[in-house]
């Protein structure tokens, strides 16, 4: 008997973006894509988008009112199911949208979160974005109980949910962030031993924007698998692979990407994850050197970074897909442009190197430069170790 894949129906989705007057055209255009990017790894298929630039978003509804009416209208004659906001909503904002247009709705933060739900495997990660989930939707509650059923695997309704039950609800979702955040300690324990026990090894850490390549990349390294699709999100669980490069061991490891407003509760329930970048000797910091905003790609990457208190660490700037920007026309002047620009990271503690992970190329520069920075590291905790060796 042959069995036949039941396909699930996609939730049709409009996105809407506002932004200060002042704000070009083109960066608009380049967040919603990376919107609608959201969207479809989270399964969700898009029909349209709608924007307003605004002074400050409208304190009601996010949205003016004249568009409001523009939205309502097109939701009505295209059946949409979903809105999807480039931006994160108050709870009254969010209570006031959908008493207007009766639907649901989803923030940029709370898209992610449900991303991140999708894609965690190990109990860690799982805990984590758990955990992220009920601290974002706990001031949520009167209105977004829908999108938590769901991840409980609810009906999705809860009508008529009186003052009493939803405090109720809310002492019960209190009970769980305490027992979350008891389960992350033990974890985190083990995690901190197993650190501790490869004191003596040199750590290399993949970081970067979402979806520039650090999977490919940790592949191709480690001559190992690791899961690598052209999604935003394909890393959630961090991955460890030990390396040697001419007879020098490192361990090397991938963890999430990050994005431009990642959601708070997020970056703090993963801080335990990223421990890895933390504790890390040296960083790769993987740039999807075609990406029109990948100059905006690495602020945000280097903020995260701040945040976790890993700005300051030897890196190596590896600019992937060198392949997809010499397609375009004026491609070797543009690129002679970019490197001149990024000389200037050169210095002992920084370094640059231009790659396509995909097509093999430069790649062994890469190597090299890994082993010059992972080799220096070495020799502090190894001092007689391959004294007059060459890579």
Known sequence: MKLHK???????????????????????????????????????????????????????????????????????????????????LTPSQLRNIERELKLKIYDRSLLILDIFLQRAQTAQAKTQVELARYQYLMPRLTNMWTHLERQRGGTGTRGGAGEKEIETDKRMIRNQITVLKGKLEKIEKQNAVQRKSRGNT????LVGYTNVGKSTIMTMLSKSEVKAENKLFATVDATVRKVVFNTIP???????????KLPHHLIE???????EVKEADVLLHVVDVAHPAFEDQIAVVRETLKDIGAADKPTIYVFNKLDLLLENEDSEMELEG???????????????????????????????????????KHLTIFPNYLKNETY
């Open 6 to 88: 039941t396909k699930v129906k996609k939730e049709k989705a409009i996105l809407i973006s506002v932004s200060e007057k002042q704000t070009d055209d083109n960066i608009v255009e380049e967040h919603l894509s990376e919107l609608a990017f959201l969207a479809e790894t989270a399964g969700i298929k898009i029909i349209g988008n709608f924007k307003q630039k605004l002074d400050k978003p409208d304190i009601r509804t996010f949205v003016g009112k004249g568009k409001l009416e523009e939205i309502r209208s097109f939701v009505k004659s295209n059946k949409v199911e979903v809105i999807i906001f480039d931006d994160d």
């Open 202 to 205: 040199v750590r290399v850490a």
């Open 250 to 260: 490192f361990l090397l490891s991938d963890t999430v990407g990050f994005i431009r």
């Open 269 to 275: 329930s993963f801080k335990s994850t990223l421990a």
């Open 338 to 376: 970019i490197k001149d620009y990024y000389k200037q990271l050169e210095d002992k503690d920084k370094d640059v190197v231009f790659i396509s992970a995909e097509e093999k190329l430069n790649i062994e520069e890469l190597r090299e430069k890994i082993y010059r920075k992972v080799k220096k």
